[in-house]
Nanobody, 130 residues
Framework: QLQLVESGGDLVQPGGSLRLSCVAAGFTLDDYAIGWFRQAPGKEREGISC????????YYADSVKGRFIISRDNAKNTVYLQMNSLKTEDTGVYYC???????????????????????WGQGTQVTVFS
């Protein structure tokens, strides 16, 4: 079973940056899409970015486009989320999630849907405060 562990959450001021990591164990990620999701207090979990590990193609929610960058390190079986120009509304628990996909399947709006992903990490807290 694919196991995912997030790290890198912290307290940061608006305008600051953080880099989150999602390390996978159990399987290599070549056949997977890895998504980042977040959940603010009292709100539903929302998808913010996804990467197709085999070719590095990426997909972003409009709310983070131009500020966040998703990337992967094949050798480390790790996906990163570089978060820049952070805003107070970026506060929440950030989760990475994995879904096994075929090589022909491309990323799209499905990549940001909670129901599409079978494997989840435990989350890491990001708090942006002024």
């Amino acid at each position: 079973q694919l196991q995912l562990v997030e790290s890198g959450g912290d307290l940061v001021q608006p305008g600051g940056s953080l880099r989150l990591s999602c390390v996978a164990a159990g399987f290599t990620l070549d056949d997977y899409a890895i998504g980042w999701f977040r959940q603010a207090p009292g709100k539903e979990r929302e998808g913010i970015s996804c990467i197709k590990f085999s070719d590095g193609s990426a997909y972003y929610a409009d709310s983070v486009k131009g500020r966040f960058i998703i990337s992967r390190d094949n050798a480390k079986n790790t996906v990163y989320l570089q978060m820049n120009s952070l805003k107070t509304e970026d506060t929440g628990v950030y989760y990475c999630a994995g879904e096994r996909i075929g090589g022909a399947r491309g990323l799209g709006s499905w990549s940001l849907l909670v129901r599409e992903f079978d494997y989840w990490g435990q989350g890491t807290q990001v708090t942006v405060f002024s």
